[in-house]
């Protein structure tokens, strides 16, 4: 039996369109602090660099830490 415990960050935006938008950064720094997510989630907005499904994002959401804990079991 193993355990793996992984940790995200969840960034949600809107985009044209007033749809929720998720991007997702693996294994963040455990020191990072909400000003400088929310400085990444405001560049993300103002330099136009993602594009969903051909939509602009226009605006932030929230952020979460999600952190999963799986237990892996061998059954063979």
């Known amino acids: 039996m193993a355990s793996i415990m992984k940790t995200k960050l969840l960034m949600t935006f809107k985009d044209e369109d007033a749809k929720k938008v998720s991007l997702t950064v693996d294994e963040p720094r455990a020191d990072?602090?909400?000003?400088?997510?929310?400085?990444?989630?405001?560049?993300?907005?103002?330099?136009?660099?993602?594009?969903?499904?051909?939509?602009?994002?226009?605006?932030?959401?929230?952020?979460?830490?999600?952190?999963?804990?799986?237990?892996e079991y061998d059954l063979v």
């Open 32 to 71: 990072l602090t909400e000003t400088e997510i929310k400085d990444v989630m405001d560049l993300v907005v103002s330099k136009n660099i993602f594009a969903p499904n051909g939509l602009d994002i226009v605006s932030t959401v929230d952020a979460k830490i999600v952190v999963t804990d799986t237990t």
